[in-house]
């Protein structure tokens, strides 16, 4: 598939390795520019371009900044971009990093505002586990002790894409419902950063509180 990432964090940098290697046409872009992105681009062997270009790569985008930087986005962003491109949220929110976000205080789910700002469905997918073990700990299919990882979205070809992609890198893909159940997957959870296999996720998933616990509220 063509992917496009925006963002070249941890996540972003670890996704456009691991896709590109799959085979993958992928597209990396950062809020400084292609050029700086030269030594990343030449390790994975994607394609340094700008948000825009990025947004317009193909199949797949996935949206992998810090929650704050989100209403940063140009407002056109998906403008003329093809309703069938599948969008992926892989963001957390960190108050003492993005600052105090009104909505996700009061109860909304971290994906639901992401959606809401970018103006389009939204997957959740990737924001529960750490760059170095989404590098490293891919299992094949069937393999003992694969860690498994939730997806929460409301379209249900969009999700099947996700939950394949998920698979390919090596992970038990988790159906986690629509994007309003989101929140059971994010920071302070119990399935967040915790590598549970499949029946772990799903057990997690069901335990999990809406109450967003202290250390992930703005004080």
Same mark, same amino acid.
């Given at each position: 598939?063509?992917?496009?990432?925006?963002?070249?964090?941890?996540?972003?940098?670890?996704?456009?390795?691991?896709?590109?290697?799959?085979?993958?046409?992928?597209?990396?872009?950062?809020?400084?520019?292609?050029?700086?992105?030269? +030594?990343?681009?030449?390790?994975?062997?994607?394609?340094?371009?700008?948000?825009?270009?990025?947004?317009?790569?193909?199949?797949?985008? &996935?949206?992998?900044?810090?929650?704050?930087?989100?209403?940063?986005?140009?407002?056109?962003?998906?403008? #003329?971009?093809?309703?069938?491109?599948?969008?992926?949220?892989?963001?957390?929110?960190?108050?003492?990093?993005?600052?105090?976000?009104?909505? &996700?205080?009061? #109860?909304?789910?971290?994906?639901?505002?992401?959606?809401?700002?970018?103006?389009?469905?939204?997957?959740?997918?990737?924001?529960? &586990?750490?760059?170095?073990?989404?590098?490293?700990?891919?299992?094949?299919?069937?393999?003992?002790?694969?860690?498994?990882?939730?997806? +929460?979205?409301?379209?249900?070809?969009?999700?099947?894409?996700?939950?394949?992609?998920?698979?390919?890198?090596?992970?038990?893909?988790?159906?986690?419902? #629509?994007?309003?159940?989101?929140?059971?997957?994010?920071?302070?959870?119990?399935?967040?950063?915790?590598?549970?296999?499949?029946?772990?996720?799903?057990?997690?998933?069901?335990?999990?509180?809406?109450?967003?616990?202290?250390?992930?509220?703005?004080?």
């Amino acid at each position: 598939m063509n992917i496009g990432i925006i963002g070249a964090g941890n996540i972003g940098g670890t996704l456009a390795k691991r896709l590109a290697k799959l085979g993958h046409t992928v597209s990396i872009a950062n809020s400084r520019g292609p050029e700086t992105l030269a +030594a990343l681009a030449k390790e994975s062997g994607a394609k340094a371009v700008t948000v825009k270009e990025a947004a317009r790569a193909g199949d797949v985008v &996935i949206v992998t900044i810090p929650e704050g930087k989100i209403r940063d986005l140009p407002n056109d962003l998906f403008a #003329g971009v093809s309703e069938s491109v599948v969008v992926i949220d892989t963001g957390n929110y960190y108050p003492q990093r993005d600052g105090h976000i009104d909505e &996700i205080e009061k #109860g909304l789910p971290e994906s639901q505002y992401a959606a809401q700002k970018l103006g389009r469905p939204a997957v959740k997918a990737f924001n529960n &586990i750490r760059a170095r073990h989404l590098m490293e700990n891919g299992k094949p299919a069937g393999a003992a002790g694969r860690i498994a990882l939730p997806v +929460a979205g409301d379209d249900a070809r969009a999700k099947k894409i996700v939950l394949d992609l998920v698979n390919e890198l090596g992970f038990d893909p988790i159906d986690a419902g #629509g994007l309003a159940e989101s929140w059971r997957q994010q920071p302070g959870s119990p399935v967040y950063a915790t590598d549970l296999n499949a029946e772990g996720v799903r057990r997690a998933l069901q335990q999990a509180s809406k109450e967003r616990p202290r250390e992930f509220r703005a004080a």
